[in-house]
């Protein structure tokens, strides 16, 4: 079953920008983190942000002061507004939604969506 959505990403030339969008079909309650994180060719999947349901925001090293992340009204939505991008920022981009349902916890990802940085 499928609970995230994506959409956003693409192609675009170094310097540019890009924004994600995710939306989870899970309660907003239960909902206590939503992010991205990402994976080049050949690369682990790294941490790109996330933002939690107090507030906290934590981003990876190399996007600080470049990647802003929000959530949207209704907060079972977060967006990723990509700056300044770099040809090292390519890579498949997945959303993340961590929470609880009663006690259970779930751990959902999203199929990834593909973000290409020309130089």
């Known amino acids: 079953q499928v609970h995230l959505v994506e959409s956003g990403g693409g192609l675009v030339q170094a310097g540019g920008s890009l924004s994600l969008s995710c939306a989870s079909s899970?309660?907003?309650?239960?909902?206590?983190?939503m992010g991205w994180y990402r994976q080049a060719p050949g690369k682990e999947r790294e941490l790109v942000a996330t933002l939690t349901r107090g507030g906290n925001r934590n981003y990876g090293d190399s996007m600080k002061g470049r990647f802003t992340i929000s959530t949207g009204l209704l907060r079972n939505t977060v967006s990723l507004q990509m700056n300044s991008l770099k040809p090292e920022d390519t890579a498949v981009y997945y959303c993340?939604?961590?929470?609880?349902?009663?006690?259970?916890?779930?751990?959902?990802w999203g199929q990834g969506t593909q973000v290409t940085v020309s130089s």
């Open positions: 993340n939604a961590r929470g609880y349902i009663g006690t259970v916890q779930y751990d959902d």
């Open positions: 899970r309660s907003i309650d239960g909902i206590i983190a």
